[in-house]
């Protein structure tokens, strides 16, 4: 069954640190997309960024990048000089190729940035 | 930009009651989602709809059903609300693809309290 697994629960940095959000998935299937989605305390998750399991490909979009690397099957989010706007529970997702279901998610990193 | 907009932010009903929680998007997706969010368990899918008349049930049904009479809207129905569907719903639609890799966009949310 596929399971994702976002070890830390809270996550407390003073603004502009470096901080890296963990996310690691189970999986037997070889295709598969991996998401993150930011949830600000006004409730609604953001789409951030979509992956497939075929690019391994790091991506940076402004302060943010992921680094995804299948030999440890994690997906892993870092922000860079963090800063108070990024204060939110962040969730890393995973659906398994050619299904039309649901996304799996983790349980969610409360990340809070304080000035 | 995709837009997906639920009916109520906030909503308290009383036990027993029928709760009609709504759904509309605008970027004409196929598939459709409910899930409700707690503390400490994540995203849950109920039910998610991939065309008009059509659903499937997710990982917790129980106590809910879904209706889908046109394309845009998704309705979330608790026919005899209890204390413990006390939940933030989230409402989510995405494109029908082949492959799985669709992102789903989310809506901002209906915290639901039933006392």
């Known amino acids: 069954a596929q399971k994702v697994t976002q070890a830390q629960t809270e996550i407390s940095v003073v603004e502009k640190e470096d901080v890296t959000l963990d996310c690691v998935y189970e999986?037997?299937?070889?295709?598969?997309?991996l998401f993150w989605y930011k949830q600000p305390p006004s409730g609604e998750l953001v789409f951030l960024i979509r992956?497939?399991?075929?690019?391994?490909q790091n991506e940076i979009s402004g302060r943010y990048s992921w680094n995804f690397q299948k030999s440890t099957s994690s997906f892993n989010f870092t922000i860079t000089a963090s800063q108070v706007v990024d204060s939110a529970v962040y969730f890393c997702?995973?659906?398994?190729?050619?299904?039309?279901?649901?996304?799996?998610f983790g349980k969610g990193t409360k990340l809070s940035v304080k000035p | 930009d995709v837009k997906v907009t639920q009916s109520s932010r906030y909503l308290v009903k009383r036990t027993g009651e029928k709760v009609f929680l709504e759904c509309v998007q605008d970027?004409?997706?196929?598939?459709m989602f409910w899930y409700r969010q707690d503390p400490g368990l994540g995203l849950r899918l109920i039910y998610f709809?991939?065309?008009?008349?059509?659903?499937e049930k997710g990982d917790i049904p129980e106590g809910y059903s879904v209706s889908r009479e046109k394309k845009e809207r998704f309705s979330l129905i608790l026919e005899s609300a209890s204390t413990n569907q006390t939940s933030m719903y989230l409402c989510?639609?995405?494109?029908?693809?082949?492959?799985?890799?669709?992102?789903?966009?989310f809506g901002p949310g209906t915290r639901l309290l039933v006392l």
């Open positions: 989510a639609s995405g494109h029908l693809g082949l492959a799985g890799g669709e992102t789903q966009y």
């Open positions: 999986t037997r299937d070889t295709t598969y997309y």
């Open positions: 992956r497939n399991s075929f690019d391994e």
């Open positions: 997702a995973f659906r398994n190729g050619g299904s039309q279901g649901n996304l799996i």
């Open positions: 970027m004409d997706h196929e598939n």
């Open positions: 709809s991939y065309d008009v008349k059509m659903k």
